[in-house]
């Protein structure tokens, strides 16, 4: 990808960051709460699902019009049926795999099997998710709903979950996820340079952040119920957590923004990710 001058698209990329759900804050909060199987529950999970995918196709859209330098209307809609159609089918054809894992798998191993399985999966479909022109993440996101027991897509309901697989894939994966989610915020808190803020940048944090909250908690008003329910929909939508924080790792790289603003926008993001479960 070209040079790209922060400018140019650093509103269009705070906006798409912006976009994000950390569902696994807000479903830690409501599994602790005893809220997770309720219909409020039920709605936070789809509703992040979806709010998660329409801010990779938001930013596969930026990236392409950054790559690009102008708006093409036949590319947009190409790389928009290929996100698409990458999410339709990547995750059965990820179940049709995992059915293979299961069978090939050992009588007696102790070896990690399932924690190996992730990694290729995880692997293979980000590899794939850069050839259809997507961000790789895409890739891992689209595994993560190949092994969900609670996500259902339209094909997806054909091919049976084998639970007890997926169970142990997830369990045995818990190792992963305890070294590389330190060294992740690691390398994000490495790349901060608070020297950016000052006073002058205080305002605008103080407004993004009561507009990141304000525009999450409308959203749950269109929820069902009482008040309560609405609020609790609103407010588990909040967090931007570790996506949002990989949109602005994303966004640093490729140069669509600084380091003023990225340290802006980890800034944001702590403030939601704080806020939100409170």
Not at 50 to 60: A, P, Q, Y
């Amino acid at each position: 990808m070209p040079t790209i001058l922060p400018t140019q698209y650093s509103p269009l990329f705070l906006g798409c960051a912006l976009t994000a759900t950390s569902i696994g804050i807000s479903l830690r909060v409501l599994v602790n709460a005893n809220h997770a199987k309720t219909t409020a529950g039920h709605i936070i999970l789809g509703a992040a699902v979806f709010d998660d995918i329409g801010g990779v196709i938001l930013l596969s859209i930026l990236f392409n019009f950054a790559a690009h330098g102008e708006f093409d209307v036949f590319s947009t809609l190409l790389l928009i049926t290929k996100v698409l159609v990458f999410l339709l089918l990547t995750p059965p054809v990820a179940r049709v795999l995992l059915y293979f894992a299961r069978v090939l798998k050992p009588a007696s191993d102790n070896s990690g099997y399932e924690v190996i399985i992730t990694m290729i999966l995880v692997c293979l479909f980000a590899w794939l998710a850069h050839l259809f022109g997507a961000p790789a993440l895409l890739g891992g996101f689209a595994v993560g709903l190949a092994l969900s027991r609670q996500f259902t897509s339209p094909l997806n309901r054909y091919l049976v979950n084998p639970f007890a697989f997926t169970h142990k894939m997830e369990q045995s994966s818990k190792a992963l996820v305890d070294v590389f989610t330190p060294i992740f915020f690691v390398y994000v808190g490495i790349s901060l340079d608070l020297s950016q803020l000052d006073y002058s940048t205080s305002g605008v944090l103080l407004w993004l952040s009561l507009l990141a909250i304000a525009s999450k908690l409308v959203a749950g008003t269109v929820a069902g119920g009482n008040w309560q329910k609405k609020l609790i929909v609103g407010s588990a939508m909040v967090p931007r957590g570790e996506v949002g924080l990989v949109f602005a790792e994303m966004g640093l790289k490729t140069n669509i923004i600084d380091n003023k603003l990225f340290t802006e926008l980890v800034v944001i993001i702590a403030i939601t990710t704080l806020i939100g479960p409170m």
